[in-house]
Protein backbone atom coordinates (compact mmCIF):
# COMPACT_ATOMS: atom_id res chain seq x y z
CA UNK A 1 0.00 0.00 0.00
CA UNK A 2 1.12 3.84 -0.77
CA UNK A 3 1.10 5.78 2.34
CA UNK A 4 0.51 9.91 2.39
CA UNK A 5 0.91 12.09 5.45
CA UNK A 6 -0.43 15.40 5.35
CA UNK A 7 1.34 17.69 8.39
CA UNK A 8 -0.85 21.12 8.36
CA UNK A 9 -0.51 23.70 11.36
CA UNK A 10 -3.22 25.53 12.55
CA UNK A 11 -4.28 28.90 12.42
CA UNK A 12 -4.82 29.97 16.01
CA UNK A 13 -6.01 33.24 14.68
CA UNK A 14 -8.57 31.39 12.48
CA UNK A 15 -12.31 33.06 12.94
CA UNK A 16 -14.61 30.15 12.01
CA UNK A 17 -17.76 32.58 12.83
CA UNK A 18 -16.29 35.16 10.73
CA UNK A 19 -15.65 32.00 7.67
CA UNK A 20 -19.71 30.93 8.43
CA UNK A 21 -20.96 34.73 7.98
CA UNK A 22 -18.82 35.80 5.10
CA UNK A 23 -17.48 33.17 2.87
CA UNK A 24 -19.89 29.52 3.59
CA UNK A 25 -17.39 28.49 6.28
CA UNK A 26 -14.41 28.71 4.05
CA UNK A 27 -11.35 29.99 4.62
CA UNK A 28 -10.63 33.73 2.69
CA UNK A 29 -7.29 35.43 1.93
CA UNK A 30 -7.52 37.84 5.61
CA UNK A 31 -9.08 34.90 7.36
CA UNK A 32 -6.69 31.59 6.56
CA UNK A 33 -6.90 28.05 8.16
CA UNK A 34 -4.07 26.52 8.23
CA UNK A 35 -0.45 28.80 8.81
CA UNK A 36 1.93 26.04 6.21
CA UNK A 37 1.54 22.43 5.25
CA UNK A 38 4.09 19.58 4.61
CA UNK A 39 3.05 16.72 2.36
CA UNK A 40 5.25 13.46 2.30
CA UNK A 41 4.78 10.35 0.79
CA UNK A 42 6.37 7.18 2.18
CA UNK A 43 8.93 5.69 -0.81
CA UNK A 44 8.10 2.19 -1.38
CA UNK A 45 5.18 -0.17 -0.68
CA UNK A 46 4.23 -0.02 2.97
CA UNK A 47 3.48 -3.54 4.34
CA UNK A 48 2.68 -1.99 7.91
CA UNK A 49 1.06 1.23 9.19
CA UNK A 50 0.88 2.08 12.86
CA UNK A 51 0.32 4.83 14.98
CA UNK A 52 1.96 4.89 18.65
CA UNK A 53 1.32 7.44 21.15
CA UNK A 54 2.77 8.69 24.07
CA UNK A 55 6.04 7.04 23.12
CA UNK A 56 9.81 8.22 23.19
CA UNK A 57 11.81 8.94 19.60
CA UNK A 58 15.10 8.43 19.94
CA UNK A 59 17.21 11.54 17.96
CA UNK A 60 20.88 10.21 16.50
CA UNK A 61 22.81 13.48 16.22
CA UNK A 62 26.77 13.59 14.98
CA UNK A 63 28.56 16.80 15.76
CA UNK A 64 30.89 17.52 12.82
CA UNK A 65 33.73 18.12 15.42
CA UNK A 66 33.07 15.00 17.31
CA UNK A 67 32.90 11.93 15.30
CA UNK A 68 30.63 9.75 17.95
CA UNK A 69 27.15 9.46 17.44
CA UNK A 70 24.71 10.78 20.05
CA UNK A 71 21.89 9.98 20.98
CA UNK A 72 18.77 11.55 22.29
CA UNK A 73 15.77 10.05 23.59
CA UNK A 74 12.69 13.08 23.30
CA UNK A 75 9.54 11.90 25.38
CA UNK A 76 6.22 11.86 25.01
CA UNK A 77 5.81 11.91 20.87
CA UNK A 78 3.02 10.58 18.66
CA UNK A 79 4.86 8.22 16.10
CA UNK A 80 3.39 7.57 12.58
CA UNK A 81 5.86 4.28 11.58
CA UNK A 82 5.52 2.37 8.10
CA UNK A 83 7.26 -1.17 7.20
CA UNK A 84 7.84 -1.63 3.93
CA UNK A 85 7.69 -4.29 2.34
CA UNK A 86 11.72 -4.98 2.01
CA UNK A 87 11.65 -4.73 5.88
CA UNK A 88 13.05 -1.03 6.15
CA UNK A 89 10.94 1.42 7.98
CA UNK A 90 10.51 4.84 8.25
CA UNK A 91 9.16 6.99 11.34
CA UNK A 92 7.67 10.23 11.12
CA UNK A 93 6.84 12.14 14.90
CA UNK A 94 5.44 14.97 16.60
CA UNK A 95 5.33 15.96 20.03
CA UNK A 96 2.07 15.18 21.50
CA UNK A 97 2.05 18.86 23.59
CA UNK A 98 1.98 20.38 19.78
CA UNK A 99 -1.00 17.93 17.72
CA UNK A 100 -4.35 19.29 17.80
CA UNK A 101 -5.49 16.62 16.35
CA UNK A 102 -4.85 13.58 13.66
CA UNK A 103 -7.10 11.61 10.89
CA UNK A 104 -6.50 8.59 9.19
CA UNK A 105 -8.26 7.98 5.91
CA UNK A 106 -8.25 4.54 4.40
CA UNK A 107 -8.80 4.32 0.52
CA UNK A 108 -10.78 1.32 -1.20
CA UNK A 109 -7.59 0.41 -2.77
CA UNK A 110 -5.85 0.00 0.73
CA UNK A 111 -3.51 3.23 0.59
CA UNK A 112 -3.98 5.65 3.64
CA UNK A 113 -3.50 9.35 3.82
CA UNK A 114 -2.96 10.21 7.57
CA UNK A 115 -3.42 14.04 8.84
CA UNK A 116 -1.52 15.66 11.28
CA UNK A 117 -2.67 19.06 12.51
CA UNK A 118 -0.60 20.55 14.70
CA UNK A 119 -1.29 24.10 16.92
CA UNK A 120 -0.45 27.05 15.92
CA UNK A 121 1.73 29.35 17.77
CA UNK A 122 3.69 26.88 19.07
CA UNK A 123 7.58 26.84 18.41
CA UNK A 124 8.25 23.82 16.53
CA UNK A 125 12.15 22.29 15.84
CA UNK A 126 12.20 20.09 12.35
CA UNK A 127 15.41 18.98 12.64
CA UNK A 128 14.94 16.44 10.07
CA UNK A 129 11.99 16.03 7.23
CA UNK A 130 8.96 14.53 9.29
CA UNK A 131 9.94 15.16 12.38
CA UNK A 132 8.60 17.91 14.48
CA UNK A 133 9.46 18.44 18.47
CA UNK A 134 8.25 21.17 20.33
CA UNK A 135 11.22 23.54 21.01
CA UNK A 136 10.64 23.03 25.03
CA UNK A 137 11.00 19.08 24.22
CA UNK A 138 14.26 19.63 22.21
CA UNK A 139 17.65 18.72 23.87
CA UNK A 140 18.80 21.81 25.47
CA UNK A 141 22.48 21.16 25.10
CA UNK A 142 21.81 21.11 20.96
CA UNK A 143 22.07 23.73 18.75
CA UNK A 144 18.90 24.40 17.27
CA UNK A 145 18.95 23.55 12.54
CA UNK A 146 18.82 27.09 11.71
CA UNK A 147 16.34 26.61 8.47
CA UNK A 148 16.82 30.04 7.50
CA UNK A 149 20.17 29.95 5.65
CA UNK A 150 19.95 25.88 5.20
CA UNK A 151 24.01 26.09 7.07
CA UNK A 152 24.05 22.80 9.27
CA UNK A 153 27.19 21.74 8.02
CA UNK A 154 28.35 21.27 11.98
CA UNK A 155 25.29 18.88 12.81
CA UNK A 156 24.05 16.17 11.15
CA UNK A 157 20.48 14.59 12.57
CA UNK A 158 19.79 11.16 11.71
CA UNK A 159 16.54 8.69 11.43
CA UNK A 160 15.20 6.56 14.82
CA UNK A 161 17.36 3.05 14.20
Not at 11 to 40: C, M, T, V
Amino acid sequence: MKVTLTVKEVNPEFDREYAEKQHDGKESEDNILYNWEDEFEVSGDVKEFKVRNNAPYILHVQMEADKDVKTYEVPSMTLVDCILEDGSFTTCAFSRSIVKDTKKVQHKNGNIHFYVFLKGGKEIVNPITGIYIAAKDFPSDLPLPDDEDGDDDDITFDEEE
